[in-house]
DNA sequence: GTTATGACCCAAA
DNA sequence: GTTTGGGCCATAA
């Protein structure tokens, strides 16, 4: 096995996020086998190199709200990206999860 | 090998 | 609603 499995495993779990649905950092994390991961998640999606096929953009913390990014204004990008997928946003600019988180195994 | 940082989470004040 | 403190571990230097 390698080392990096870790890596794969997250990026390989949020390509199997459908589209116009959203999962949680400590979603991501249980899936991955790793309840206290939370935040490797983002280490993860932050290196992730340009066109991974890996929709970062579905990836939200459990406030439903997008991760504050150090820079970049990614952030923008992805409320625009889920809102073209049809995920809609409060007007705090939350999203709401009873809707839209992403249930695996029972859809 | 070590150190520093961080796209997080939770609980408490 | 905000702030503070603790924890977890991958990534980069």
Same mark, same amino acid.
């Given at each position: ?5 870790? /890596?794969?495993? $997250?990026?390989?779990? $949020?390509? @199997? ?5 959203? /999962?949680?950092?400590? #979603? $991501?994390?249980? =899936?991955?086998? +790793?309840?206290?991961?939370? +935040? #490797?998640?983002? /280490?993860?999606? @932050?290196? =992730?190199? /340009?066109?991974? *096929? ?10 439903? &709200?997008?991760?504050? &990014? ?6 923008? =990008?992805? &409320? ?8 809609? =946003?409060?007007?705090? *600019? +939350? ?5 839209? #988180?992403? &249930?695996?195994?029972?859809?």
């Amino acid at each position: 096995m390698t080392g990096n499995d870790a /890596a794969l495993k $997250i990026t390989s779990l $949020i390509k @199997k996020i459908p589209r116009g649905r959203v /999962a949680t950092y400590g #979603q $991501i994390a249980i =899936l991955a086998n +790793r309840p206290r991961n939370s +935040r #490797q998640v983002g /280490a993860v999606l @932050k290196s =992730l190199p /340009a066109g991974s *096929g890996v929709p970062w953009h579905r990836v939200v913390n459990s406030h439903g &709200r997008i991760s504050d &990014r150090s820079h970049s204004a990614s952030e923008g =990008l992805q &409320r625009c990206l889920l809102e073209s997928e049809g995920v809609e =946003l409060n007007e705090t *600019g +939350r999203i709401d999860l009873n809707v839209f #988180q992403w &249930r695996p195994r029972r859809r």
